[in-house]
């Protein structure tokens, strides 16, 4: 993946607008939990088409940017098969994690993303993490267990639910990687369009082998899954996607802990629920470490 050309510096739109964008992604990400939940079909089947929804749309975005050629283009890059085959893995256990642990632990194994970034920018991507972004990396975990600290436990009978956060994490740490590979030589519409079509076809054979019931049974049904394609993934993914293309995977790696702050801000607004000190003061921390972490350029 690192001998991917990055693109011209007259191409960028600016760290303020691709932050920006990151910021949008995690709340967009960060209303995933719920669809999945009230979804009425199978942790497989939810993931399956939370991306086989959004592949019309993204293919419409793709051939806008460059025609028939990204849509094409998109199928012959080696960084875009990566990309797409980690996310059906993120996908894989992220669903099966909401639903076998509490969501408290699923969010806070699923956030040690940037620490497979940490370990594995250098040698895939050519991209060194420095003290700076690896600090502000450290300060956000850190920020990440104080703000759900108290909600996490420790359950033997949800072990095996932690342990999908942990391939969970793995997923979407690797899936950065790639993403940062392949948008240095492609469009966003067309690295999302491909990444996700690759993954609807690996969690496709997934939903078809395992679930027994793939359709949902009502139109609430239906609409929970469109609004997982829509919201959750062509505006989260398709946002990171944009942003990787300006910014270090390292730092936009760190996407994970705003998401984190986005489910806690909206589990207040939409359900009332309290925010102690504890959950302020680790929501101060992961801005601090991103903070730290910002480009300098």
């Not at 594995?120 to 003290?131: A, D, N, Q, Y």
Request: charged share 10%; hydrophobic share 55%.
């Amino acid at each position: 993946m690192s001998t991917a050309r990055s693109l011209p510096l007259s191409a960028r739109p600016g760290e303020v607008v691709a932050f920006l964008a990151l910021c949008l992604g995690a709340v967009a990400m960060g209303v995933s939990p719920v669809f999945v939940r009230i979804a009425d079909v199978g942790p497989f089947a939810s993931a399956f088409w939370r991306v086989a929804l959004a592949i019309p749309v993204l293919a419409i975005w793709a051939a806008s940017e460059g025609g028939s050629r990204a849509l094409v283009s998109a199928f012959r890059s080696r960084a875009i098969w990566l990309a797409g085959f980690f996310f059906s893995i993120d996908l894989f256990f992220w669903h099966l994690s909401i639903l076998h642990t509490s969501i408290a632990n699923a969010t806070f194994l699923s956030s040690m993303a940037p620490i497979w970034v940490l370990l594995f920018s250098g040698l895939f991507i050519g991209e060194k993490v420095g003290r700076r972004e690896a600090g502000g990396v450290i300060v956000c975990i850190l920020g990440g267990a104080v703000l759900l600290g108290g909600s996490y436990t420790l359950d033997s009978t949800k072990l095996i639910g932690d342990i999908y956060g942990v391939g969970t994490s793995f997923g979407f740490g690797t899936y950065f990687l790639a993403v940062r590979a392949a948008r240095r030589e492609h469009k966003t519409g067309t690295v999302t369009f491909g990444a996700t079509t690759v993954t609807a076809l690996c969690l496709g054979i997934v939903a078809f082998a395992f679930e027994p019931k793939l359709l949902p049974s009502s139109l609430a049904g239906a609409a929970t899954l469109a609004a997982l394609a829509y919201v959750s993934h062509i505006g989260g993914q398709g946002l990171l996607a944009f942003a990787l293309g300006y910014l270090s995977a390292a730092f936009s790696s760190l996407v994970i802990f705003m998401e984190v702050i986005a489910a806690a801000a909206l589990a207040f607004l939409v359900f009332g629920e309290a925010i102690g000190w504890s959950q302020a003061a680790g929501g101060l921390m992961i801005l601090g470490g991103i903070w730290i972490a910002r480009p300098r350029s």
